[in-house]
């Protein structure tokens, strides 16, 4: 028997991927169930029964993967991980810790480039120090000017625009109505005599005849009718659509309803 033994190491597994493979086999369960259980990709559950941990991300992922394949098969998770450690050892070993930093050796000096460069911040980094320090800003904002002539730019006065004057009309002088669209009108004096009767298409013109006594329009559409006063323009006759009877003087003009 003993003889036996020695021939099929298998018999008595040394590593804890042989352990965790024949509890499986010994179960009749497939890698495929057990990564169906833990939910661990197929391939490291190979690598852990071969043995193979450098495929692992981190020592971490390993013991956690042996202990959940462990669980699933029924073994102590506990010891699976002690045996587990012992075999990590080997293959996530401690990289080198760099050599001391000697002084003496010219390989190691900084290049002359990064001291330039660290030189030319620092200055940069003084000069703004100094600015900001200068400028008040740590200290609060500068006190008001003395001045008493002196205003910030939105308490200056400015003097508002002045209003526009109303359309000065002449005390006298010549007449003219002049049409802006197609109206009819008709002009008489004081005594109704008629002067003028027409309809009138837009950009035609009358002018009242100096010297008339009590010249007065009547129209239905005052609107279309502008007037002017020794060529200074003094609007429009008046609103529209309704009848109107006006003085056609300065003075009447100066006092109609204009609806503007």
């Given at each position: 028997?003993?003889?036996?033994?020695?021939?099929?190491?298998?018999?008595?597994?040394?590593?804890?991927?042989?352990?965790?493979?024949?509890?499986?086999?010994?179960?009749?369960?497939?890698?495929?169930?057990?990564?169906?259980?833990?939910?661990?990709?197929?391939?490291?559950?190979?690598?852990?029964?071969?043995?193979?941990?450098s495929t692992m991300p981190s020592p971490t992922y390993a013991l956690g993967f042996a202990k959940a394949y462990a669980?699933?098969?029924?073994?102590?998770?506990?010891?699976?991980?002690?045996?587990?450690?012992?075999?990590?050892?080997?293959?996530?070993?401690?990289?080198p810790s760099p050599p001391p930093y000697e002084m003496t050796d010219p390989t190691r000096t900084p290049p002359s480039?990064?001291?330039?460069?660290?030189?030319?911040?620092?200055?940069?980094?003084?000069?703004?120090?100094?600015?900001?320090?200068?400028?008040?800003?740590?200290?609060?904002?500068?006190?008001?000017?003395?001045?008493?002539?002196?205003?910030?730019?939105?308490?200056?006065?400015?003097?508002?625009a002045p209003a526009p004057s109303p359309t000065a009309i002449p005390t006298g002088g010549q007449v003219t109505l002049?049409?802006?669209?197609?109206?009819?009108?008709?002009?008489?004096?004081?005594?109704?005599?008629?002067?003028?009767?027409?309809?009138?298409?837009?950009?035609?013109?009358?002018?009242?005849?100096?010297?008339?006594?009590?010249?007065?329009?009547?129209?239905?559409?005052?609107?279309?009718?502008?007037?002017?006063?020794?060529?200074?323009?003094?609007?429009?006759?008046?609103?529209?659509?309704?009848?109107?009877?006006?003085?056609?003087?300065?003075?009447?003009?100066?006092?109609?309803?204009?609806?503007?």
């Open positions: 028997m003993d003889g036996e033994a020695a021939e099929n190491p298998s018999l008595f597994p040394t590593s804890v991927g042989e352990k965790l493979r024949d509890a499986r086999i010994s179960q009749g369960l497939e890698l495929a169930d057990i990564a169906a259980r833990t939910r661990i990709p197929q391939r490291h559950l190979e690598a852990i029964e071969e043995g193979d941990y669980r699933a098969v029924g073994a102590d998770e506990v010891a699976i991980a002690r045996s587990l450690r012992g075999e990590l050892g080997s293959v996530y070993d401690r990289e480039g990064l001291v330039i460069g660290g030189v030319v911040i620092a200055l940069l980094l003084a000069v703004a120090a100094v600015v900001v320090y200068s400028s008040g800003i740590l200290h609060g904002s500068a006190p008001p000017s003395s001045d008493p002539m002196t205003l910030p730019e939105d308490e200056i006065a400015v003097p508002a002049t049409a802006t669209d197609k109206v009819w009108l008709r002009v008489t004096d004081a005594d109704g005599n008629r002067l003028f009767e027409k309809e009138m298409a837009a950009g035609e013109s009358y002018d009242v005849p100096p010297g008339t006594n009590g010249p007065q329009v009547r129209t239905g559409r005052a609107d279309q009718l502008r007037v002017t006063i020794n060529g200074s323009d003094a609007g429009l006759l008046g609103p529209g659509n309704q009848n109107v009877e006006i003085g056609l003087t300065p003075e009447a003009l100066r006092n109609r309803d204009t609806g503007q």
